[in-house]
């Protein structure tokens, strides 16, 4: 009897160290392709937020050129017809 629950201790023990193993080798053939992709994200954010300055910046001018009264918390506010 006793031995049987050594046997299913190691049984589990092994099982664990399995589990562990499949975990940490996927995550050693993960990790580089998330840190790429953490990087290309990065590029893109940067990339994005310069095009939007650059967009700000004309439509700043263009609120200027046609003398706009703009106020940012305006929101968007279509005309009615009442």
């Known amino acids: 009897m006793i031995e049987t629950k050594f046997q299913r201790i190691e049984e589990e023990y092994q099982a664990l160290r399995n ?4 975990i940490l080798y996927d ?7 998330i840190v790429t992709a953490i990087e290309q994200n990065r590029q ?3 990339q994005n937020r310069q ?7 004309k439509m700043n001018a263009l ?3 046609f003398d706009v009264d703009y ?4 929101g968007f506010a279509p005309e009615s017809d009442e």
Do not use: C, F, G
Request: proline share 7%; net charge negative; charged share 20%.
């Open 19 to 22: 589990a562990q193993n499949t």
């Open 27 to 33: 995550l050693d053939r993960s990790l580089p392709a």
């Open 44 to 46: 893109a954010i940067e």
């Open 51 to 57: 095009a939007i300055a650059v967009l700000d910046s």
């Open 63 to 65: 609120i200027s050129h």
């Open 71 to 74: 106020k940012p918390s305006m």
